[in-house]
């Protein structure tokens, strides 16, 4: 997961990468004690911080040299996927960079160590691929909408979905579902804000939901405002580009690999 509203860094991240393939740490299988002891339990973990440590603070290799080093232990590893949260801090990068680049960079390693590269964002994400033609043709898009209430049996689906997550907390379930349409716009249909809303009032209500602490735990009018903003961004980023809007996205992509 890389640090929303923060700078990319491909050498920090190469760093990450490398840390996750390599856990859990190989000397684990080879400490002389007990598995079910809570103390050997507790030497792991500390065991595979102190590597991670040693991981990202070694100096000696360039971060060219890293990633070879990485995508060799990918396939040594057999890693097959790498899965990038946030993945929109790839626009933040510092001048001497492009998003373009960084994102030839990541695909090109992931062809080289045989891994498959899912990157996870909002609405901006779009912006990656639109600066280079390229990109857009090697880049698979699935695109998960916030869900809607346009009809009878949309509500209905998005009822049953709410009766379905709220199993797995103890709650009022039958009360809480009737105010599918009060959840749908406190959360904008979006289903990680409706897991978020209903783990607060899971707060609040010390594991139990009522219908008083869903409300306490819904957010404030300006954030709930944002999260309806952003679904407006994401409709639009969904339309189909044409031609045109492609040739444009392609020559700034260019203006951008090339400025000196």
Do not use: C
């Given at each position: 997961m ?12 190469v ?94 390693w ?49 009822a ?9 907390y ?91």
């Amino acid at each position: 997961m890389l640090p929303d509203k923060a700078y990319f860094s491909s050498l920090a991240f190469v760093a990450s990468i490398r840390s996750a393939i390599m856990y859990p740490d190989i000397r684990w299988l080879t400490f002389p004690a007990d598995p079910e002891s809570k103390k050997w339990h507790s030497n792991m973990s500390d065991d595979v911080v102190r590597a991670s440590l040693a991981i990202t603070e070694q100096r000696r290799m360039t971060e060219a040299a890293l990633w070879a080093h990485t995508a060799s232990l990918a396939r040594s590893y057999h890693t097959e996927t790498l899965v990038v949260e946030h993945a929109t801090a790839l626009l933040k990068n510092h001048s001497d960079k492009t998003p373009a680049q960084h994102l030839q960079n990541l695909m090109s390693w992931g062809e080289d160590a045989g891994v498959r590269i899912i990157l996870v964002g909002v609405e901006t994400l779009p912006e990656l691929w639109n600066s280079s033609v390229e990109l857009s043709r090697r880049i698979h898009k699935i695109w998960l909408p916030p869900y809607p209430l346009f009809t009878q049996e949309d509500t209905s689906k998005f009822a049953l979905m709410l009766k379905n997550m709220l199993s797995g907390y103890e709650a009022d379930t039958d009360q809480l579902v009737r105010k599918a349409r009060h959840i749908h716009a406190a959360t904008a249909g979006i289903i990680g804000q409706v897991r978020r809303l209903f783990d607060d009032a899971s707060h609040h209500g010390s594991r139990h939901i009522t219908i008083d602490h869903l409300m306490k735990s819904i957010q404030h009018a300006d954030a709930v405002n944002q999260m309806w903003n952003s679904v407006a961004i994401f409709d639009r980023s969904r339309e189909p580009s044409t031609v045109k809007e492609l040739l444009r996205a392609s020559s700034i992509g260019a203006k951008k690999i090339h400025k000196p």
